[in-house]
């Protein structure tokens, strides 16, 4: 499994439906669809930080707080303990927590984007970057410190970041067409609810605010 990190804004609920109607409606098309993963982790989200070479660290005497569990939200598992396998600090910091004060945060879901990688692309929704978003993206990064032997994602850095939620990972240049004819794809005014910690590692979610 990656050693892989981020951390990531859900939505509220409404704006959450909405994105996994378009993951079905990707399925039913018979094409490339996020909707095809069922782990109650799967949700619809916003990366604001991608590290990767991050590995797990004894968890022993740190102080996490409260609210940090397993699967978050609707359809998730019950909420535990952080073990010493999915504790990454400076990730799950006070300070971090502490910048989710900014949510919830309006942001607004546009156009399709597509990042390609030879015959296939990740199809994504672009998300507004607003003077609040980037900043809030700006803090996290700042609270988040530097690792030894880990790196955060290019694309992802303050000044590199396409802010975007994801609709499909491998989609078929030969199906992108059909994708985007059955896709509405209007506007969405949404918030973003929530911050949590995506452990790839494992495949553990924490929520930390």
Known sequence: MSEIVSLELLFDPVTEARIRDEWRVLQEL???????????SNRPHLSLLVRGG???????GLN???????GVGAGAAAESEPDAATVHPPLVSAEVRRASGRLPLAVTLGAPLLFRHGDRAVLARTVLPTSG???LHAEVHVLSGAVSAASDLPHTTPGSWTPHVTLARRLKLTDLDRALSALELEPIEAQATELRLWD??????????
């Open 64 to 70: 996490v707080g409260v609210g940090v569990g397993v």
């Open 133 to 135: 978003l980037l900043e």
């Open 30 to 40: 018979g094409v490339s669809s996020l909707g095809a993963h069922t782990s109650a």
């Open 54 to 60: 991050v590995a797990p660290v004894d968890a022993a």
């Open 200 to 209: 790839a590692h494992v495949g553990t979610a924490h929520q930390l605010a």
